[in-house]
């Protein structure tokens, strides 16, 4: 039994982190992030303004709310693709995925545009993708047998990050990815034959 209710727990925080998340999303789209504040996030979701801070440590993490989600998923696309699929290939894969979905997501501009309208923001959405780009420049060493400070990892990372944030704001997500992964891969075409 100690199982189920395990499962009951974690299912019921589950729940209670979406309610906080969902209600802070609306307000801030409603009326702007900086004119909402914390506690009346706690009241939308109807949670104590301590229970929401338990499960989200700043105002900004709100927005961010699968921030974890999102690293795990980069280093699992890479630690935990299938056999005899390259690592580039794989994250490839894992991110075309995510930028078709993320843009046709109901919501996912206006989601854009509250950040792209909050210097705050942007900001956190800066740092978080920096953890992300060392998380996962560490799980593409790992891939290719290098050491974990490996610097063209790193670089691998920092593009195909850079190549995921263009898919975004395109309007064709999966040949953006496939065009930054290209360049990655093979190189800038233009480059060939220029000394």
């Known amino acids: 039994m100690p199982g189920a209710t395990t499962g009951r727990r974690e299912r019921k ?9 969902d209600a802070a999303l609306q307000l801030f789209l409603e009326r702007g992030y900086d004119a909402v504040t914390v506690r009346e996030v706690a009241e939308r979701a109807d949670v104590s303004a301590t229970t929401l801070l338990n499960y989200f440590p700043s105002k900004e993490s709100l927005v961010f709310d699968r921030d974890a989600d999102v690293e795990a998923s980069l280093v699992n696309a890479v ?3 299938a056999p005899l699929t390259s690592p580039l290939d794989a994250l490839r894969a894992h991110l075309k995925e995510r930028a078709v979905r993320a843009g046709t997501a109901q919501g996912a501009a206006q989601f854009r545009a509250l950040v792209r309208s909050t210097p705050s923001l942007i900001d956190y959405q800066r740092d978080m993708w920096v953890r992300h780009q060392a998380a996962l420049a560490a799980a593409i060493a790992d891939a290719g047998d290098r050491p974990a400070d490996d610097l063209s990892s790193g670089l691998v990372a920092l593009f ?3 190549t995921f944030a263009s898919a975004l704001a395109s309007d064709d997500p999966a040949k953006t990815v ?12 233009g480059a060939v034959g220029r000394t």
Do not use: M, N, Y
Request: no cysteine.
């Open 13 to 21: 925080k589950a729940a209670t982190r979406k309610a906080i998340a």
């Open 79 to 81: 630690a935990e693709r």
């Open 160 to 162: 195909a990050l850079h």
């Open 178 to 189: 496939d065009l930054g992964f290209d360049v990655i891969q093979r190189g800038w075409p």
